[in-house]
């Protein structure tokens, strides 16, 4: 197993190095620079060359891929122009954020969804089970940004239950309580369509493996229906669960970045989207490296987890 | 069936729980705390580093300048400096300081802090230059050198006369920062700011806040409230939701669709008028716009009324030509706004020969000041088409447009969306309708206008010393301007903001400065 987790981790090295060129030149090309986004309308052709000797952005292309790469594997990610502070200060303190709202959303969405796809899959056809299919197909359908804004007119706005946005109350906040209550919106929005996917492939996960013959010799031999379920088909089902979930994961990470927006979530994808319409190409750059070798990692922790629970996976 | 008994018991529990839990904690802003709604995350807090006016509404509540604008107006008042003198031939500026200054951290406030703050910007061999950028450092590009003659005394050369030297003092750009501080913080004194101000800074929690808190030692009238928290909250929506739950006290640049909302009990809505002027650069050098008639004729065909009231729900007025009416002492009110007439358009065409013309226009998404771009060039191509132009819309994100459009119009477009906000009536004509300011001389004329009559006037509006002498050349400038039409002149934006009834004495300021001191929390 040692030895299977060293190789996946090897291999994620040439394909950062991939994402790291592709993130740098992507964002040299597209139009508009740094010097504009910060100038403004006072961007005369003056004005912007000095700007960019000031910010280094006069050297040749490649050379400046060399030196961005050079200095992040010594651990300097380099200053944000547009934040005036170093970058990893910057993502660090931003993706924690995210991780926090889309980890909440993930636990949630993993906890309802496989309950949700254990009892449809146990009462096929019955009345939870129509239920849940039904709730679960309107959970896929909506966009999220929209559920969050639904959320706050009627959670925050009418019944004024939970405030609108934020992370923490912004006079006198702070505290596991405030945080509690500010993610109780963002969450729920975030985890509603994983929560509908997870659902659905737990569903048909169970039903394939409810209809194994050692389930019906369980339940000939008298084993009770909820360890049936519970103990033997979900063990077996999660298999095919839990690459379910790894992808769910990422999904959740991803999707965040609308949520953010929706309820001013201080996370990292709110700050990417502002990075990349400022040109702000060092933090752009340095938050996609650093959500990427997170979002690789990932995989290789699913990957592993799948390989625990399944001996016919070769390590 | 145990199985589900337990699970509808605990999905019962856990939603009472989630019902009851945070019921208790919706708390109200305490008194005496402003907390305002800003629409984004300060860059910095070192005035001479920044360049937008969400950093310059906190700024100017820190730190002050040598000059300042006169409450209500854009004319320049004392501030730093009791008062000054100018040589006659315009090119000594000597400032008397006010006696008694301190800066926040106790550093005095003094003729050498001011040639300190002027060194560090435009000197590059000064030890301090390395805290830049410093991008709007050329507004005191002619300063060619700072004395202190004594303690309370400054002295300014300059390379030419400059006659928007006092205003630009008043700008963010040339508010005073404590040159210890600079000294302690180095390249981070952008995030602990040290000014003479009426507040002072207390901290700033990265995309959350940034606190700052009554100065008791203020030399001037102390503030009203005991602090202010500027929260950044980037979407325009959440903010009004924001705003109508009680979560912030005030907002600024609340979008026209929302207005309504806030019209009920509980809410003051502010408007004011700024040095704001959004119009369509019409490119003069070819195409059917090179031909004046056909200029006039988009003027006319344009209908300005419509686009302020529907499009932006009031929150515009009609401009009537390239110097807004903020700049009250050198507006030429004689003017009037070419009148929408389909008819005298669909004449002047004709007489152009120009009628069913194809035009191309640029469009940006959004960006500083450019209201609702997108709505007002579709609303705008149609009006065109009412007169027959078969007009093509091309939509850029801001930056890309900005890239497209300052170059210059040549073999590119026809027409251009633009907009600016400035200090003195200098600034954006002499940047984009002289002759000299073409593109390929590092100007914004981006639609190649030329006519040697508005250069001379520019060119000698900014060496007159004498006020009146300025704006009647300015107005000079702005009739023979309205009449080459080189733009569409569309609009002049009125700031807004939103204040919860909790709030009093709250202005805006023609400058789009956010100026506090003034204003009580309840």
Known sequence: MGSYILKRLVAAIPVLIGVSVLVFFIMAMIPGDPALAILGAYAT???????????????????????????????????????????????MGRFGNTLILAGVAFVLCSILGILAGVVSAARQYGLADKAITFTVLIGISIPSFFLGMILIILFALKLRMFPVSGMYLIYGGGGLADLANHLVLPASALAVVATGVIARLSRSAMLEVLRQDYIRTARAKGVGERRVIMGHALKAAMVSI?????????????????????????????????????????????????????????????????ALLDPRIKT | MTLFNWTRRAVLAAGAALALAPMAAQAQTPEGVLIVGQVAEPKSLDPAAVTAVNDFRILVNLYEGLTRYKPGTLEVAPGLAESWEVSDDGTEYTFKLREGVTFHDGTPFNAEAVKFNFDRMLNEDHPYHNTGPFPLAFFFSSVEETTAV??????????????????????PTGLMVSPAAVEAGGADFGRSPVGTGPFKFVEWR????????????????????????????????????????????MMVEVPPTALSQFEGDGFNVV???????????????EGPMADKKVRQ???????????????????????????PPAFAWAYNDELSPYPYDPEKAKELLAEAGAEGASLTFYVTEGGSGMLDPVAMGTAIQADLAAVGLDVSIETYEWNTFLGNVNPGLEG???????????????????LALRTDAWPENGGFNSGYYSNPKVDELLESAR????????????????????????????????????TSDRVENFTLEPSFLLQLEKVVKN
């Open chain 1, 45 to 91: 052709p003056e004005n912007v060359a000095k700007l960019n000797a000031d910010l280094g952005l006069d050297k040749p292309l490649v050379q400046r891929y060399f030196i961005w790469l050079g200095n992040m594997l010594t651990g300097d990610f380099g200053r944000s122009y547009s934040q005036n502070k170093p970058v990893i200060d910057e993502v």
């Open chain 1, 242 to 306: 839990i690459p379910v979930l790894g992808i769910q994961a990422g999904f959740v990470v991803s999707g965040a970045v609308y949520i953010e927006m929706v309820f001013d979530w201080p996370g990292i994808g709110q700050m990417l989207v502002n990075a990349i319409s400022q040109r702000d190409l060092l933090l752009v750059q340095g938050g996609v490296v650093v959500v990427a070798a997170c979002y690789v990692l990932f995989n290789i922790v699913v990957d592993v987890a799948q």
């Open chain 2, 150 to 171: 004594d303690d309370l005394t400054v002295q300014f050369k300059l390379s030419a006369p400059y006659a928007p030297f006092l205003s630009n003092l008043a700008y």
């Open chain 2, 206 to 249: 990265a995309n959350e806040a940034v606190v700052i808190d009554k100065y008791e030692d203020y030399w001037g009238e102390p503030a009203g409230a005991q602090a202010v928290v500027f929260r950044p909250i980037e979407d325009s929506n959440t903010r009004v939701a924001e705003m109508i739950a009680g979560g912030i006290d």
């Open chain 2, 271 to 285: 408007e004011q008028a700024g040095p704001h002027v959004w119009f369509l650069i019409l490119n003069a050098k």
């Open chain 2, 297 to 323: 004729a988009v003027n006319y065909a344009i209908n300005k009324e419509a686009i302020v009231n529907d499009v932006l729900e009031g929150t515009a007025e009609v401009a009537a030509g390239p110097t």
């Open chain 2, 412 to 430: 590119k477009a026809d027409m251009a969306e633009m907009a600016w906000m400035t200090n003195d009536p200098d600034t954006l004509p002499y």
């Open chain 2, 463 to 498: 060496t007159a010393i004498d006020q009146d002498e300025r704006a009647a050349l300015y107005k000079k400038m702005q009739a023979i301007v309205q009449e080459d039409a080189p733009w569409v002149f569309v609009a002049n934006w009125k700031q807004n903001a939103v």
